[in-house]
Nanobody, 127 residues
């Protein structure tokens, strides 16, 4: 069982930045790690995942604005969010899957899910 704990959420104005962190209880070096979000009244969606050789895959809506990274020495995952928009408002979840295979496919789900989830951190962007 992997424990994931997010931090760094908060409220900022549009155009601002936030950095989310996720502390994992397992060796992130061998896990597909990702960030997902759920806005009020909407389904959960993938934001970004990072897998083998630190290759990252992003949702089109965040490309060029968000950067996912991880520090395997600290078993930590990060999401740097810049140029934030009101539509980025959501609860952001850290997630993990115990394999690096098919990591990019886990962004959209479609049969490739994540096994472990954090409790989420709220990000609110005001216009």
């Amino acid at each position: 069982q992997v424990q994931l704990m997010e931090s760094g959420g908060g409220s900022v104005q549009a155009g601002g930045s936030l950095r989310l962190s996720c502390a994992a209880s397992a060796n992130t070096n061998v896990y597909c790690m990702g960030w997902f979000r759920q806005a009020p009244g909407k389904e959960r969606e993938g934001v970004a995942v990072i897998g083998m050789n630190e290759i990252a895959t992003y949702a089109d809506s965040v490309k060029g604005r968000f950067t996912i990274s991880k520090d395997n020495a600290k078993n930590s995952l990060y999401l740097q969010m810049n140029s934030l928009k009101p539509e980025d408002t959501a609860v952001y979840y850290c997630a993990a899957y115990p394999s690096l295979m098919f990591c990019s496919r886990r962004l959209a789900g479609l049969g490739y899910g994540m096994d472990y989830w954090g409790k989420g951190t709220l990000v609110t962007i005001s216009s």
